[in-house]
């Protein structure tokens, strides 16, 4: 029973990094924006929240610190994509390739360091009510930021006229103009919290999910996120399904090492990557109907006058 | 004050020609003030990234290597995005390519084998790289799943695949336990150009390579129809081309190109497979392909250009402790001013000061 609470209290913890990126991707491509730079947010998220918890010693802080590098990053994207009208996947290639070197650039200083993690909740109580208590009371704060976001997105989408507004921004550009809504100012609004989602994802790593900082220590979390958003056919319900599925995964994964059951630990390491191709080609197979992807997703939008 | 894009009449053949380089000038300003940030002085920092390296035959030869692998997935890599198909995945094909090729050397080492093994490797190399290519692409045709995540996820299962075989089947046994195959012997190394140097063979064989593709695109119906595929979606589908066939052409090409590229880097400059022997050559080969306009020419002069800045900043990490990372930094930079000059050639920018009576209700 003990093995199984840890096992459940880490596949939460896995999960909750690629679910926040997720909500935040989700969010920009509902809008009509593929921004492929989830990978190079996160890991400026990750070095400089880790960065800013670092020097003032505050996870707060740091949380904060990788919010704002998130959306910094992101503003790039935008001016590039919405403002130049440059092509979303090149860009969001150059974002990646530019995050990744800058925060190794700006993590070189505290690579070796450790900070306190996020503490966890602990309600006197609750906490103590064996196995459900830890896993529904005893976690850290991230955990239940991310289903917070879930669902006021899911709120802000379905339920309110902003949201109704956003998602025929990313469906149908055109006429979204033609009806008078600022589509890229809209657009711009979804990027930037998808850039402070990712940033957010990254700075959970090295503030509550391994109390350090590695450069390039994203792994690829970026990428899984942005399947996510496929696989959850752009809907928040679905996502958090899929999210704690691919937390499950890596989890698995790392337990069967664990266990030394002869399989080369490469492989094992190699399923989550490979679970996510086989998870696109499934979702992308079972969807030869009709595509429930945002019609206008990832195209140029320049309004004429 | 706002800025707007007008659509030009028709695309700028002035601007396409000199985007390159208004990017590469702003990238330098940037880096210019970068290196002040990081408290180096900036004209010998530059001096270090891009004269240094031009003045001596050694660094000479050693951009040339450097700029072989870039060249080469570059080339396929710009067929693919031609055609609106995004392989980010090279990296992956490389590294599959460098495994594969290895696979002769590592079961003929020590052995009196004869002076095929090389060609055999060189085949290997290509035709795992095209395999490894083809998932994505079939994914793609069959299934409809998104080419741009697929292939990428496949770079870590390369990545984690060549570390397994280095460290398990393959393990050089006199290697004091380094996981790193055996040094491939003499037949499977890849011949240098001048002895003593550090030029091979490859750089021949890349600039086949790019004669081949400009030709190719230039010169035949199969290059024709990638470019309207990729530039005329709609007219292509009422010519009638098979735009599924050129999704997995342009993929296996460019995967068969970054594999050769994987082996003959194995075979050549490093001697033996171990983990780590790339420096992610398959992700700067995209910014090499933008730089060089997806145009087989632009790539080669990219390529030099971008091996460059790989061996300026070795050079000034170890004269003046500049972090490798900023050369990184300066890639990632240089491919956003290449594409925001790009939007240039099919738009005119334009500052519009609104006037203040007419309330701007519409933005």
Known sequence: MALFEAIILSVLAASTPLLIAAIGELVTERAGVLNLGVEGMMIMGAAC?????????????????????????????????????????????????????????????????????????????????????????????????????????????????????????????????????????????????????????????????????????????????????????????????????????TILQLHTQALGLGIPSQFMSALPYLATVIVLVLISRARTGGSTAPAALGTVFVPDR | MQLVLEKRAERSNTIALISPLIAIGLTIVTMTILFAILGKNPILALHAYFIAPLSDSYSLQEI?????????????????????????????????????????????????????????????????????????????????????????????????????????????????????????????????????GRLHLGAIIALLVVAAVAVMLGRTIKGFEIRVVGAAPRAARFGGFNSNQLILLTFAISGGLAGLAGIIEVAGPVGHLQPGFSPGYGFTAIIVAFLGRLNPVGILIAGLFLALTFIGGEQAQIAMKIPLDVTKVFQGILLFYVLACDSLILYRFRLIFPSPKVSSGAV
Request: with cysteine; charged share 10%.
């Open chain 2, 64 to 196: 040339a290597v450097k700029a072989t692998p870039l060249v080469m997935i570059a080339v396929g890599l710009s067929l693919c995005y031609l055609a609106n198909v995004w392989n980010i995945g090279a990296e992956g094909q490389f590294l599959i390519g460098a495994v594969a090729g290895s696979w002769l050397p590592v079961v003929t080492h020590g052995t009196d084998a004869g002076y095929w093994v090389l060609p055999a490797m060189l085949v290997c190399g290509t035709v795992a790289g095209a395999l490894y290519a083809l998932i994505p692409a079939i994914c793609k045709v069959k299934f409809g799943a998104s080419e741009i995540l697929t292939s990428l996820m496949l770079v870590y299962v390369a990545d984690l695949f060549l570390d397994y075989m280095v460290r398990g089947p393959w393990r050089d046994p006199n290697g004091f336990n380094f996981p790193t195959t055996a040094e491939f012997d003499p037949v499977a190394t890849v011949p240098l150009l001048v002895s003593g």
């Open chain 1, 49 to 249: 929240g880790f960065g800013g918890a670092w020097l003032s010693g505050s996870v707060i802080v740091g949380a904060l610190c990788g919010i704002v590098a998130g959306t910094l990053m992101s503003l790039i994207f935008a001016l590039m994509t919405l403002g130049l009208a440059v092509n979303q996947v090149a860009t969001g290639l150059a974002l990646t390739i530019l995050g990744i070197g800058l925060s190794g650039l700006i993590g070189a200083g505290f690579v070796g360091e450790r900070i306190t993690p996020a503490p966890h909740l602990y309600i006197p109580g609750l906490t103590d009510i064996p196995f459900a208590g830890r896993i529904l009371f005893g976690e850290d704060g991230f955990i239940y930021l991310s289903l917070a976001l879930v669902i006021g997105v899911w709120l802000f989408l379905y339920r309110t006229q902003a949201g109704l507004i956003l998602r025929a921004a990313g469906d149908n550009h055109v006429s979204a103009h033609a009806l008078g809504y600022p589509v890229l100012r809209i657009r711009m609004f979804a990027v930037m919290f998808g850039g402070a989602c990712a940033g957010l994802a990254g700075a959970y790593l090295p503030l509550a999910y391994t109390p350090f900082f590695i450069p390039g220590m994203t792994a690829g979390r970026g990428w899984i996120a942005l399947a996510l958003v496929v696989f959850a056919s752009w809907r928040p319900g679905r996502l958090v399904i899929g999210a704690y599925l691919f937390g499950a995964v």
